[in-house]
Structures are given as structure tokens and as C-alpha cells.
């Protein structure tokens, strides 16, 4: 029996493995390292995993644990932040130091500034190619709401990233629906 569980596991995580290790990567940046959130999110998901009533949900599934977990880690860690960018700077990929890597590392510092349900959003659509209806069921809103925090998690990130007040934003397809 446990072995036809395990087969059945890995049969629904093996395509969608570099999926959820990019929505993990992006989403712990500056909290712990993504590969811990992978483990923790997979193990509760194995221990869960008779619970998920529909296969096509499963990426949904660890979604919604690596979240959970996330807001868990957040609540006890509320005070520990990255204090100065050199701080920031120096957590990295474990790769080459390489142009794309560095503005990779920016990108994400500046995500891991955007407010926790922005920061879902973008990750989940820009990163993880989620579309906004699947969004908004994943965080229980309507599809207005994400697209709402899109714009705004986009307008921030500019402002972040250029050092400039109040970017003006190109109108944004959304495409995915």
C-alpha cells in the first residue's frame, strides 16, 4: 500500500517538479533556503496526500501547504529581516556570480519587500505561469482582486528596482485566464 502511495506521488510530482521548485525559490528568497521549503512542503504533502481528491489539483496542493508554511515561518519570524542590502546581496543561488544571476538576486530581494498577498500573486503569474482565474482560487478572491494586485505589485517593483516614485505602468495583457 505505501508503495503504491509513493508511485502515485511521484507519478503527479515529477512533471510539475520545476514548477514548484521556481514558485519555491522565489517565494522563500530571503526568508530560509528554497530547498528546506521544498522538504517541508513535500513531506506535509505525502503525510496529506489522501486528502487531494482530484490529481489535477496537485499542483494547488503544495501550493497551498508551501504557503501555509510560509505564513507559519513568517508569524514566528516577524521580526528577522534582511537589515542592509549587503546582507541581501550575499544570499544567493548557489551558482556562478553571472549578470543574469545578480539581477535574478535583485528581482527577488525586491519581491521579498512586496506585502505577502502581492507577493503570491506576481510569483504565482509571472514565475509560476499561473493563470489569473487559477489565482484566485488559490487565494480565494475574485479574478478583479488579483489582477488588482498585479498592477500594484508591478508598480512597486518598479518604484523598487529604479528608485523612482510613482512609474507609470504600459497597460498589461492577461492573456492567461
Known amino acids: 500500500m505505501a508503495a503504491m502511495k509513493k508511485k502515485r506521488f511521484m507519478e503527479l510530482y515529477e512533471p510539475i517538479h520545476v514548477r514548484f521548485e521556481k ?31 482530484n490529481d489535477d489539483a496537485f499542483l494547488h496542493f503544495l501550493f497551498g501547504i508551501t504557503i501555509r508554511l510560509l505564513a507559519n515561518e513568517n508569524r514566528k ?5 534582511f537589515v542592509d542590502n ?3 546581496y550575499n544570499y544567493s543561488v548557489e551558482s556562478d556570480r553571472t549578470d543574469r544571476q ?10 521579498s519587500k512586496l506585502p505577502d498577498i502581492q507577493k503570491e500573486s506576481i510569483i504565482l503569474f509571472e514565475i509560476s505561469g499561473f493563470s489569473i482565474r487559477e489565482i484566485a482560487e488559490l487565494q480565494q478572491s475574485s479574478e478583479d482582486a488579483v489582477k ?7 508598480k512597486k517593483l518598479l518604484e523598487l528596482m ?16
Open 23 to 53: 514558485f519555491c525559490k522565489a517565494r522563500a528568497y530571503g526568508n530560509f533556503h528554497f530547498k528546506d521549503l521544498m522538504h517541508d512542503a513535500l513531506l506535509v504533502a505525502y503525510e496529506r496526500f489522501e486528502s487531494l481528491k
Open 86 to 88: 549587503q546582507q541581501a
Open 77 to 81: 519570524k516577524s521580526t528577522e529581516r
Open 102 to 111: 545578480l539581477e535574478i538576486n535583485l528581482l527577488y530581494e525586491a519581491i
Open 162 to 177: 529604479t528608485g523612482k516614485q510613482e512609474v507609470e505602468l504600459n497597460k498589461v495583457s492577461y492573456d492567461r485566464r
Open 148 to 154: 488588482q494586485r498585479l498592477v500594484r505589485s508591478r
